[in-house]
């Protein structure tokens, strides 16, 4: 009796699929199973799999017929699982930029969380001594319950009401909380990279509370993995202090590349 159940295709084709329906999301707003089946070569049927795990992950929305963008964000919980490879890539980057004695600025987010996890130690790919002595201000409770037990940092969280699906608090509490610190380095997350370089959020508070993190450090650098390429959230990220970095873990597409370097951000691809 033979095996009529579908075979098991290799991840790496998934995977590959899943990122140009993702690109072609961000660019053109939604896409259609039809389309799509015919652009990959395969069944409507592998199509509406590959859309229901994306959906699963909170990175669309199925619709009749196919699927559009997501207009709200997916909870923090969704978002970590997403690319963890590339988030702690840029974690260890952006922990590798943090010296002894720094006040950081550490915004909520999955991958400003990886960043939280390099600097806790708990990387074990980050090959350097343990930094001492900082001093974390952070509006993230994730963030807060995870650098809280390791010896020798300084946790200060910022106030406000908390935010359930970012598990972190924004708005006027947090922003006046910052005001009073003086930061060396500010990490924040972002919801999308434009192909025209925006960087962009997706609701004024958060991202009002992002540029004022930016803004209250010596240094700032937003932090976005490539699953954020050419994602179109409604609301920009601006002004954007002069000298900002962006910490990203693959090399953008060349048209957002020049775009985001022509608006004065110096960019590092992670390793």
Known sequence: MSDKRPRAEPRSLAAGRHEEILARLGRDGSVSVEAMAVRFGVSRETIRRDLKALAERGRLAIVHGGATRRADEPALALRERDNPEGKAAIGRAAARLVEDGMVVVLDS?????????????????????????????????????????????????????????????????????????????????????????????????????????????????????????????????????????????????????????????????AG
């Open 109 to 269: 987010g999955a991958t400003t969380l990886a960043v939280a996890t390099a600097l806790a130690g708990l990387d074990p790919l980050l090959q350097r001594p343990a930094v001492k002595g900082l001093t974390i201000c952070t509006n993230s409770l994730p963030v807060g319950l995870l650098l809280c037990r390791i010896p020798g940092l300084r946790i200060h969280f910022l106030g406000g009401e908390i935010e359930g699906s970012d598990e972190a608090a924004f708005g006027t509490e947090a922003i006046a909380a910052l005001a009073r610190f003086r930061a060396d380095l500010a990490f924040v997350g972002a919801g999308g990279l434009s192909m025209a370089g925006d960087i962009t959020d997706f609701a004024p508070i958060p991202t009002e509370t992002r540029i004022r993190m930016l803004a209250s450090a010596e240094r700032g650098f937003v932090v976005a993995d490539r699953t954020k390429f050419g994602r179109l959230t409604p609301i920009r990220l601006a002004p954007i202090p002069p000298g900002t970095g962006l910490i990203v873990d693959a090399e953008p597409p060349e048209q957002m590349r020049n775009a985001l370097i022509g608006r004065g951000l110096e960019l590092t691809v």
